[in-house]
């Protein structure tokens, strides 16, 4: 694989973020079909942001 020219690695990049992108709705489908995700006291972002 060439990875020399610009826009071949844009291309690359554009596939990775469109698979990406399909790869996080299909998680939402699966893990939450139902109801959005909750907040919890218990996650990590919560324990970062309480100590800062």
Do not use: G, Q, T
Not at 24 to 35: E, G, L, S, T
């Amino acid at each position: 694989m060439n990875l020399n020219k610009p826009e071949r690695i844009k291309k690359l990049l554009i596939i990775w973020a469109v698979f990406m992108i399909v790869y996080y709705i299909y998680r939402m489908i699966v893990y939450f079909p139902n109801n959005p995700m909750m907040y919890s006291k218990e996650n990590l972002i919560y324990f970062i942001f309480r100590h800062v």
